[in-house]
């Protein structure tokens, strides 16, 4: 079974501080990398997706990066706001049918 | 569009009951699939389908059943609920697993309770 980790489980910040998020993995075949966002009681809304041939994806305020080799990726928000408040997931998929998701990072922005 | 529509949203049952969740996505998505999310273990899946007439079980498929006689649906079936199947449900979509360049789409989920 592969292994998607998220550290830390949870992150308070100031607003406007700027921030990384990161995801490992255990296989370094990961084929894409999806980083979600989810809101309390809510589901999950699609951020950026990495796929293998790519390094990293940015979106406004967002970038995700992949590094195969060291099994890792990162997700930056800049000059966070109190909107960002949510848990993040990191999700990885292989050759195989199946996304393997982290259990998240949950963000707190403090105004 | 639509996207990846769920329901219920909410639902509690008693153990012994059987019930089915409903997914339908109007993307033409060949891949879907359903996960089950609860506390410290992150999102699980149970099944999924590569497109239809195609199933596939999961991590965690036992009291669990699917079907997918048409692209746009992919209903869950529970065959007699237990407690330990009280959990959020989410349903997800792809065009594929491994080539889409938009990932996952997911549904809004269900939120079931077994007493």
């Known amino acids: 079974k592969q292994e998607v980790t998220q550290i830390p489980a949870a992150l308070s910040v100031p607003e406007g501080e700027n921030l990384v998020l990161n995801c490992s993995f255990t296989?370094?075949?990961?084929?894409?990398l999806q980083w979600f966002r989810q809101d309390p009681g809510k589901g999950l809304t699609s951020l950026l997706l990495i796929q293998s041939s790519q390094r990293e994806q940015t979106s406004g305020r967002l970038n995700a990066s992949l590094d195969k080799s060291s099994g890792r990726s990162t997700l930056y928000i800049a000059a966070s706001q109190p909107g960002d408040s949510a848990t993040y997931l990191c999700?990885?998929?292989?050759?195989?049918?199946?996304?393997?998701f982290g259990t998240g990072t949950s963000l707190t922005v403090i105004p | 569009n639509a996207g990846v529509t769920q329901t219920p949203k909410f639902q509690v049952l008693k153990t012994g009951q059987s019930m089915t969740l409903q997914c339908a996505q109007d993307m033409n998505h060949e891949y879907m699939s359903w996960y089950r999310q609860d506390p410290g273990m992150g999102l699980r899946l149970i099944h999924y389908s590569v497109g239809a007439g195609i199933t596939d079980q999961g991590e965690v498929p036992n009291g669990y059943n699917v079907s997918r006689s048409t692209t746009e649906d992919f209903p869950l079936r529970l065959l007699s609920a237990a407690p330990s199947q009280t959990s959020v449900y989410f349903c997800?979509?792809?065009?594929?697993?491994?080539?889409?360049?938009?990932?996952?789409?997911f549904g809004s989920g269900t939120r079931l309770t077994v007493v």
């Open positions: 296989d370094s075949a990961i084929y894409n």
């Open positions: 997800a979509s792809s065009y594929s697993i491994m080539y889409s360049r938009k990932g996952y789409t």
């Open positions: 999700a990885g998929s292989y050759t195989g049918n199946q996304f393997y």
